[in-house]
């Protein structure tokens, strides 16, 4: 499985960006999908995650109210809206997935996309 992320730049404080995160496999197999993001000097951290049917969201705080987590199962895509950006967004974001086969249970990450918010 390959995760292959998209949409990442440059904007203005308040723009917004959608990153995409194609995979090479059916995401509708995917148990968890998700993007975590790493400022610099930071540690990684989740941003959102989405349950296999989409029906379940989880968000960081900071992110609640401005970026949507959303997954086409069909065209397996993930996404990722971010609107009302803030300079404390900027970071690397990761798509992330998790698949279990039996017992067993696999964790997939893409290369990243850098995020960068200007003030």
């Known amino acids: 499985v390959q995760l292959v992320e998209s949409g990442g730049g440059l904007v203005q404080a308040g723009g917004s960006l959608r990153l995409s995160c194609a995979a090479s496999?059916?995401?509708?197999?995917?148990?968890?999908m998700g993007w975590y993001r790493r400022a610099p000097g930071k540690q990684r951290e989740l941003v959102a995650l989405?349950?296999?049917?989409?029906?379940?969201?989880t968000y960081v705080d900071s992110v609640k109210g401005r970026f949507t987590i959303s997954r086409d199962n069909a065209a397996d895509t993930l996404y990722l809206q971010m609107n009302s950006l803030k300079p404390e967004d900027t970071a690397v974001y990761y798509c992330?997935?998790?698949?279990?086969?039996?017992?067993?249970?696999?964790?997939?990450w893409g290369q990243g996309t850098q995020v960068t918010v200007s003030s």
């Open positions: 992330y997935a998790k698949d279990r086969v039996g017992r067993a249970v696999y964790n997939y």
């Open positions: 496999g059916s995401t509708s197999s995917f148990d968890t």
């Open positions: 989405i349950t296999s049917g989409g029906g379940g969201t």
